[in-house]
């Protein structure tokens, strides 16, 4: 048999040797993002950035939610907001008239505060005044919802700032009658009578109807309401004042 030549089997290691080299080194993974994308790979990944902040704030301004039908009657809220915190809530609509007002006297102040409180509509409902509760949580997340609206620049009244006018004097045959409203996107948020008949028996009737009569101005949005039984004259008045603060809100 023929020998192979001591030459020729060391050209023939070297070569399988330089070659398992050449091998090694090109599987050797990119260590780097940059290599593996020269290398044609995706490159990893980066860690994901989560969002600063939670929920999405609400919008400074004055911002009424949606009237909530329940089995005893309409629940209304009203918030307040400042520095994207609620600062005031109320009721502007509540189940009324026997002992209904029993339950709303005692019901509305502790809903208020707990909205106050917790800065949401995640909150609990009173004791006696499961309906109440819910249609308030119901219009009170109406609100919220259109405060948040407002501050994601999506409109809402909170996002309008608040104006305050007052209308001319009325006169009637038992004393002026002079009607103050807020105005927030172009709707009424707040309406209150700074002057209104007074003495004798004009006492009671101012009493009993002017608390009704601001109501009836929120709740329609205009002058367009109805004149409280036994107070005609102060009613009269009131629309004539109510629709003279409207005209100058709107100019």
Do not use: C, F, W
Not at 26 to 51: C, I, N, T, V
Not at 73 to 78: F, K, L, T
Request: no cysteine; aromatic share 2%; net charge positive.
């Amino acid at each position: 048999m023929r020998k192979s030549h001591p030459v020729r089997r060391a050209v023939l290691a070297t070569a399988a040797t330089v070659s398992g080299i050449v091998l090694l080194l090109s599987l050797k993974p990119a260590s780097d993002p940059g290599a593996a994308e020269a290398a044609g790979g995706a490159a990893p990944p980066a860690a994901a950035q989560s969002p600063q902040g939670g929920s999405q704030p609400i919008g400074d301004g004055t911002v009424t939610g949606d009237a909530a039908r329940t089995q005893y009657g309409p629940v209304q809220v009203r918030l307040t907001v400042s520095g994207g915190k609620i600062t005031k809530a109320e009721a502007i609509q509540a189940p009324k008239g026997g002992q209904s007002d029993q339950v709303t006297s005692d019901a509305v102040p502790k809903l208020n505060q707990a909205a106050i409180e917790a800065q949401s509509a995640d909150i609990d409902a009173v004791s006696g005044a499961t309906y109440t509760s819910t249609g308030y949580k119901k219009s009170l997340q109406s609100a919220l919802d259109k405060a948040r609206s407002a501050a994601g620049g999506g409109g809402g009244e909170a996002q309008a700032q608040a104006k305050t006018v007052t209308g001319d004097v009325a006169d009637t045959q038992y004393g002026p009658v002079q009607v103050r409203i807020t105005v927030a996107g172009g709707k009424i948020t707040k309406a209150e009578a700074v002057q209104a008949p007074k003495g004798g028996q004009s006492d009671q009737v101012t009493s009993d109807a002017v608390p009704k009569l601001n109501q009836a101005a929120v709740t329609a949005g205009s002058a367009d309401i109805d004149a409280v039984s036994g107070a005609t004259y102060t009613s009269a008045g009131y629309k004539k004042s109510l629709q003279s603060a409207l005209d100058k809100a709107r100019g």
